[in-house]
């Protein structure tokens, strides 16, 4: 569904990309594929654009709309690299999706892989918006951000993830099955993209 979203918005892109060079502009279609990349990850519409791209492994559609310029320039120049590299330094400094940046870092590993694709359960994960006492009541659903298992007083991804009591065996399976001791925001993703089972691992 992503791809047939992009190649109607990208339709023509080597005549008016560079119109999106004007955010009103940009804005209207980064809309539309946004609610795309939520469709294809099955997030909460609350998560940032900048994440929900990420997620979905889709550039922004100005650094899609100028790729297709380069490529009708000249059909052989290979230009997913400088449109990846293009899209890493936005992300890198990123407003949004802060949660998502220190679980995915690297933009070039997580959007080339073989394998793996997002359940409900894992982007609520990644994302950090889900069935998670802080961002319950952030959107005005719970009274309070406290931990639903246990006396922790802000149940987010990290809290649910690394130290909710609650969920010791379910950490320890996890373990077992990617041969580490512990687990850790920085060796997320790394871990994800080793292997499909290792990414199975994670979606539980």
Same mark, same amino acid.
Request: with cysteine; proline share 2%.
């Given at each position: 569904?992503?791809?047939?979203?992009?190649?109607?918005?990208?339709?023509?892109?080597?005549?008016?990309?560079?119109?999106?060079?004007?955010?009103?502009?940009?804005?209207?279609?980064?809309?539309?594929?946004?609610?795309?990349?939520?469709?294809?990850?099955?997030?909460?519409?609350?998560?940032?654009?900048?994440?929900?791209?990420?997620?979905?492994?889709?550039?922004?559609?100005?650094?899609?709309?100028?790729?297709?310029?380069?490529?009708?320039?000249?059909?052989?120049?290979?230009?997913?690299?400088?449109? $990846?590299? +293009? @899209?890493?330094? /936005?992300?890198?400094?990123?407003?949004?999706? *802060?949660? &998502?940046?220190? #679980?995915?870092?690297? $933009?070039? +590993? @997580?959007?080339? /892989?073989?394998?793996?694709?997002?359940?409900? *359960?894992? &982007?609520?994960? #990644?994302?950090?918006?889900?069935?998670?006492?802080?961002?319950?009541?952030?959107?005005?659903?719970?009274?309070?951000?406290?931990?639903?298992?246990?006396?922790?007083?802000?149940?987010?991804?990290?809290?649910?993830?690394?130290?909710?009591?609650?969920?010791?065996?379910?950490?320890?399976?996890?373990?077992?099955?990617?041969?580490?001791?512990?687990?850790?925001?920085?060796?997320?993703?790394?871990?994800?993209?080793?292997?499909?089972?290792?990414?199975?691992?994670?979606?539980?």
């Amino acid at each position: 569904m992503h791809e047939v979203v992009h190649s109607t918005l990208l339709y023509g892109a080597p005549v008016w990309a560079r119109s999106l060079e004007v955010e009103h502009y940009r804005g209207k279609m980064a809309r539309v594929q946004r609610r795309s990349a939520l469709r294809v990850i099955s997030g909460y519409r609350t998560i940032s654009e900048d994440a929900a791209l990420v997620l979905a492994s889709s550039p922004p559609i100005d650094l899609l709309a100028n790729e297709r310029v380069l490529k009708y320039q000249d059909k052989k120049k290979k230009v997913r690299d400088l449109t $990846l590299s +293009q @899209w890493q330094a /936005r992300w890198d400094s990123a407003t949004g999706g *802060r949660w &998502t940046r220190r #679980l995915v870092c690297d $933009l070039r +590993q @997580w959007c080339q /892989r073989k394998h793996g694709d997002l359940s409900y *359960r894992l &982007t609520q994960l #990644l994302s950090g918006h889900g069935c998670f006492g802080a961002y319950l009541h952030r959107i005005g659903k719970e009274a309070t951000t406290a931990c639903w298992h246990c006396d922790g007083e802000n149940d987010d991804a990290e809290h649910t993830m690394l130290l909710c009591p609650a969920w010791t065996t379910q950490r320890a399976v996890l373990c077992a099955a990617l041969g580490v001791n512990a687990i850790s925001t920085d060796m997320v993703a790394s871990s994800m993209l080793q292997s499909i089972e290792q990414w199975q691992a994670w979606d539980v």
